[in-house]
């Protein structure tokens, strides 16, 4: 087998990956010659041909597309050339933290003493840009830093993928191709209109960027130029990050004034169907129903709405939250990630951490395990969604619903405990 061009990326056969073809090693996608295919197997040198073929079927219709809607045939070239999907990028978007940690391991991980002291150190240093940058969009310093911390641990690691060449892999990938091809189209008008060349496009497996992580349709739609130099620089300028930060959670509902939410104590004898984001109450109505504040101490008079959240079930902590919490997780819909940058933007304000419900820890729950809890939910009636394993919002209604049909507490969360009853359940 001849050595291939030294110019080829890292991208490889994934659907003949992934599908454990008859090939005893992966070939390099689309610069497969005569002289690699000559070499393999007759049934999986025509499935790799093959492949091939529809890639670059795919990769024309595209390359149409994004002329059509206005994108130079200088910026297809130079972003396009040799493309091909990496297997490493499929893998990691089977596989997602937020699904398999417990609200405590996702918080120590990410709220940890060493983050705080750097965020408070960052703080102070970029001070009088981020005062300048609350002047003009209304967020508070501590939240940027406390985004920018959780997403690229202050600017250390901003990505080892080309974004082209993952959001290609992505986007040909049937399962979430369409919501890709769009990323894809817009991180092509970004280079398009000179804002980064394409090989110093660099981001995360699923094309996020910079400093704080945009994804290209966050970018065209939010991000600006600070400094006033023509480019919208969210890799290497702070001015142009930290502005595109504030500027997008301004257009996603942040609410100048107002803190993200609080930790608070739920009496003994508290309603746990109430515990979720779809339930809006006034401070004074949470208080008449015995919510207090961590620290025992009486909640805040002020005409607010909030919600109580139990992110690791009645047992784990309590949090009342309110709109800029929400705001928070139109950034990213985890819950836990959108208590971790609030929780860290109090801890650089000089507040203590977290104070109850760490005796509510427990072994997290696989894939398998999930996707079989949804499976014996949907079983017995209770509709838990695709048993994909991702235990989002119709899961937990689901086992809210099976916990008040046996009596027990129907705080709507996924644990080890739920699982078993649901066994002895469906086996009875």
Not at 59 to 74: D, N, V, Y
Not at 330 to 347: C, E, H, K, M
Not at 371 to 395: H, I
């Amino acid at each position: 087998m001849r050595v291939l061009s030294g110019t080829m990326r890292a991208g490889r056969n994934w659907r003949c990956l992934l599908g454990a073809a008859a090939m005893s090693m992966a070939l390099p996608f689309s610069v497969l010659s005569g002289d690699v295919l000559a070499d393999a197997p007759n049934d999986a040198a025509a499935e790799v041909a093959q492949e091939d073929r529809a890639f670059l079927d795919w990769l024309k219709e595209l390359r149409a597309e994004a002329r059509g809607e206005g994108i130079s045939e200088g910026t297809l070239d130079s972003a396009l050339r040799d493309i091909a999907p990496i297997v490493r990028v499929v893998e990691l978007d089977r596989r997602q933290p937020e699904f398999t940690q417990t609200f405590w391991t996702y918080i120590d991980q990410r709220v940890n003493e060493e983050r705080v002291e750097r965020g408070r150190e960052l703080l102070d240093r970029h001070g009088a840009l981020l005062n300048e940058i609350h002047a003009e969009y209304g967020v508070p310093p501590r939240y940027l830093v406390a985004f920018w911390g959780l997403e690229t641990n202050f600017g250390s690691y901003l990505g080892s993928f080309r974004v082209i060449d993952a959001l290609v892999t992505l986007a040909y990938d049937p399962r979430r191709g369409q919501f890709f091809r769009t990323q894809l189209l817009d991180a092509l008008r970004i280079v398009d209109e000179g804002h980064i060349e394409p090989d110093a496009m660099m981001g995360s497996w699923a094309g996020a960027m910079g400093h704080m992580q945009f994804i290209p349709t966050t970018f065209t739609g939010h991000a600006v130029d600070h400094t006033g130099d023509g480019r919208k620089d969210i890799w290497s300028s702070l001015p142009d990050a930290f502005a595109s930060a504030a500027n997008f959670l301004t257009n996603i509902g942040w609410q100048e004034g107002e803190i993200w939410g609080r930790e608070v104590q739920i009496p003994e004898d508290f309603d746990l169907t109430l515990a979720t984001l779809s339930q809006r109450k006034t401070l004074a109505d949470w208080a008449a129903l015995g919510v207090r504040r961590a620290d025992g101490g009486a909640l805040p008079q002020a005409d607010m709405e909030g919600s109580v959240i139990l992110p690791q079930g009645h047992a784990g902590p309590a949090f009342l939250v309110y709109e800029n919490f929400r705001a928070i997780m139109r950034w990213n819909r985890s819950i836990n990630y959108a208590i971790s940058v609030g929780t860290l933007a109090d801890r650089l304000a000089g507040l203590p951490p977290l104070s109850t419900g760490r005796d509510a820890e427990h072994p997290p729950l696989s894939r398998e395990d999930a996707e079989e809890m949804q499976q014996l939910l949907n079983r017995l009636g209770f509709d838990a969604g695709p048993e994909d394993g991702l235990p989002g919002s119709r899961t937990r209604a689901a086992i809210r619903a099976f916990q008040e049909e046996l009596s027990l507490p129907p705080d709507g969360y996924p644990e080890p405990a739920v699982l078993q009853r649901l066994r002895a359940h469906a086996g009875g």
